[in-house]
């Protein structure tokens, strides 16, 4: 049973830091590329930064380049978000997710999700 469990989310003030993390189990963690999504109340799942398999290759949404940093442990089965300079339109549900295929691998593609992390970001 594959199983993703987020961590680390909370409340920041605007311009405050905050690290998530994703602790993987149930499957080969090293041969998936991982994701992290966010989702706002009413509004869309969106993708914010993926990381290859081998942590060498990744990918972010325009709105995180320069803020966010997405890394990962294959020996612990982790993934990390590291989220600086961080603003109130940041605040959502953060979700990491696995995939096969690899960084650019759009969100219907991932195979497996987790339940998400609240962060929230005061003004």
């Known amino acids: 049973q594959v199983q993703l469990v987020e961590s680390g989310g909370g409340l920041v003030q605007a311009g405050g830091s905050l690290r998530l993390s994703c602790a993987a189990s149930?499957?080969?963690?090293?041969?998936?590329?991982m994701g992290w999504f966010r989702q706002a109340p009413g509004k869309e799942r969106d993708f914010v930064a993926a990381?290859?398999?081998?942590?060498?290759?990744?990918y972010y949404a325009d709105f995180v380049k320069g803020r966010f940093t997405i890394s990962r442990d294959n020996a612990k089965k982790m993934v990390y978000l590291q989220m600086n300079s961080l603003k109130p339109e940041d605040t959502a549900v953060y979700s990491c997710?696995?995939?096969?295929?690899?960084?650019?691998?759009?969100?219907?593609?991932?195979?497996?999700w987790g339940q998400g992390t609240q962060v929230t970001v005061s003004s």
């Open positions: 990381i290859s398999w081998s942590g060498v290759g990744t």
């Open positions: 149930g499957l080969t963690f090293s041969t998936y590329a």
């Open positions: 997710a696995a995939n096969k295929i690899g960084t650019m691998a759009p969100k219907d593609k991932y195979d497996y």
